[in-house]
Nanobody, 125 residues
Framework: QVTLVESGGGLVQAGGSLRLACAAS?????????MGWFRQAPGKEREFVAA????????YYADFVKGRFTVSRDIAKNTLDLQMNSLKPEDTAVYYC?????????????????WGQGTQVTVSS
């Protein structure tokens, strides 16, 4: 079992920045191969944002966040971060962190077994 808790969401003006954090715990967390960030806006499907290989640190991004968002992790603290810069109103969504035991389908939400409760990010124009 793995427990994930996100924090850091809030309201920000367009062009601003936010940093999301995800704290992981649980006896099976050591099996994690990759951790990811997804988001879901009202009326839309959940979509991939970014992911990072837990051991190797390889990073993956959705095209719409490249150059603006940076994913990172701290293995010693079991934490995952998402630095979001140059935020746009279309980035408004609930952001979720998730863990997967495989890196093969890092952008597919179905490959992630554990999810946090989500944190709201609202970007005003």
């Amino acid at each position: 079992q793995v427990t994930l808790v996100e924090s850091g969401g809030g309201l920000v003006q367009a062009g601003g920045s936010l940093r999301l954090a995800c704290a992981a715990s649980g006896r099976t967390f050591s099996n994690t191969a990759i951790m990811g960030w997804f988001r879901q806006a009202p009326g839309k499907e959940r979509e991939f944002v970014a992911a990072i290989g837990w051991i190797g640190g390889n990073k993956y991004y959705a095209d719409f966040v490249k150059g603006r968002f940076t994913v990172s992790r701290d293995i010693a603290k079991n934490t995952l971060d998402l630095q979001m810069n140059s935020l746009k109103p279309e980035d408004t969504a609930v952001y979720y962190c998730a863990t997967s035991h495989t890196r093969n389908y890092y952008s597919d939400a179905k490959s992630y077994a554990y999810w946090g409760q989500g944190t709201q990010v609202t970007v005003s124009s």
